[in-house]
T-cell receptor
Framework: GEEVAQTPKHLVRGEGQKAKLYCAPI?????VFWYQQVLKNEFKFLIS????????ETGMPKERFSAKCLPNSPCSLEIQATKLEDSAVYFC??????????????FGAGTRLSVL | LAKTTQPISMDSYEGQEVNITCSHN???????ITWYQQFPSQGPRFIIQ???TKVTNEVASLFIPADRKSSTLSLPRVSLSDTAVYYC?????????????FGSGTRLQVQP
């Protein structure tokens, strides 16, 4: 597709429940990124992929968060045993390549996760 | 990564030109300057990217002085729909595979 598609738009979970978010990158883009946006405008990088391989996972809270990008499937971000502090908007972005102008990251509309 | 500093907020009126300046004193030789726009309940949207001098597209212009320690995003004749948060980012050329570091951004409010 021509835009990054994220589903669902809004997800409500009780504390301790599992949450799974999906992202379909722009067709032909090799890199996928997950960001978390909490209060105000703060963005936190979580993980990135180069095709189906993890490229950088330095931002991932590994004990509860996991992510995958499998061929011919949307990428996914899963949170086991959600906590109140996981409430945020999760953005997925994709980019075509590493050199300009292919290095531009295009963002989806986000998934708002509300943990009650 | 180079740290960026930009005003927290700005106000303008419809039809005016808005200039948002970002300082990045420790920008590296291979760093590019990129600006994103974010509306409420939406993801950041790429506006413009540049390395030096001036870049212009259908939406905005980006002015970068010779020392590259600052940059100015210029929005000509803003409208109410330009009310958004604007982020200045500085990152190495290969940001296609590296995470972007967003600062706090500049909240632009356009009044009628």
């Amino acid at each position: 597709g021509e835009e990054v598609a994220q589903t669902p738009k809004h997800l409500v979970r009780g504390e301790g429940q599992k949450a799974k978010l999906y992202c379909a990158p722009i067709k032909g883009h090799s890199y996928v990124f997950w960001y978390q946006q909490v209060l105000k405008n703060e963005f936190k990088f979580l993980i990135s992929f180069q095709n189906e391989n993890v490229f950088d996972e330095t931002g991932m809270p590994k004990e509860r968060f996991s992510a995958k990008c499998l061929p011919n499937s949307p990428c996914s971000l899963e949170i086991q045993a959600t906590k109140l502090e996981d409430s945020a908007v999760y953005f997925c972005a994709s980019s075509q390549s590493v050199l300009p102008p292919g290095n531009i990251q295009y963002f989806g509309a986000g998934t708002r996760l509300s943990v009650l | 990564l180079a740290k960026t500093t930009q005003p927290i907020s700005m106000d303008s009126y419809e039809g005016q030109e808005v200039n948002i300046t970002c300082s990045h004193n420790n920008i590296a030789t291979n760093d590019y300057i990129t600006w994103y726009q974010q509306f409420p309940s939406q993801g950041p949207r790429f506006i413009i990217q540049g390395y030096k001098t001036k870049v212009t597209n259908e939406v905005a212009s980006l002015f970068i002085p010779a020392d590259r320690k600052s940059s100015t995003l210029s929005l000509p004749r803003v409208s109410l729909s330009d009310t958004a948060v604007y982020y200045c980012l500085v990152a190495p050329m290969d940001t296609g595979r590296r995470a972007l570091t967003f600062g706090s951004g500049t909240r632009l409010q356009v009044q009628p």
